[in-house]
């Protein structure tokens, strides 16, 4: 059973800086690339970042070197700093595996707001 619990996010002004963190209650994790997306009202949900299970990154082109994911193997944490951010990075955050190895799985996610 999986279980994806996400937090950190908040009210910010924008250029301001929020980390957000995903705790993951699952059997396997280490092996499992993981991202971050992100759902804005009357949007769909976008992957905003990812992480393999070494640690290679990548990133959506609206991050443009802003936003860092990384993850911690033996906690089963996955975590984004965001700095610099703008009012268009309001959305809620989420995290889940790449593959979607969960199937339809979403934890509750994490609010951000941006304002300007």
């Known amino acids: 059973q999986v279980q994806l619990v996400e937090s950190g996010g908040g009210l910010v002004q924008a250029g301001g800086s929020l980390r957000l963190s995903c705790a993951a209650s699952v059997n396997i994790f280490g092996i499992y690339a993981m991202g971050w997306y992100r759902q804005a009202p009357g949007k769909q949900r976008e992957l905003v970042a990812r992480i393999s299970g070494v640690g290679s990154t990548g990133y959506a082109d609206f991050v443009e070197g802003r936003f860092t994911i990384s993850r911690d193997n033996a906690k089963k944490m996955v975590y984004l700093q965001m700095n610099s951010l703008k009012p268009e990075d309001t959305a809620v955050y989420y995290c889940?595996?790449?593959?979607?190895?969960?199937?339809?799985?979403w934890g509750q996610g994490t609010q951000v707001t941006v304002s300007s």
């Open positions: 889940n595996s790449v593959a979607r190895i969960w199937g339809d799985y």
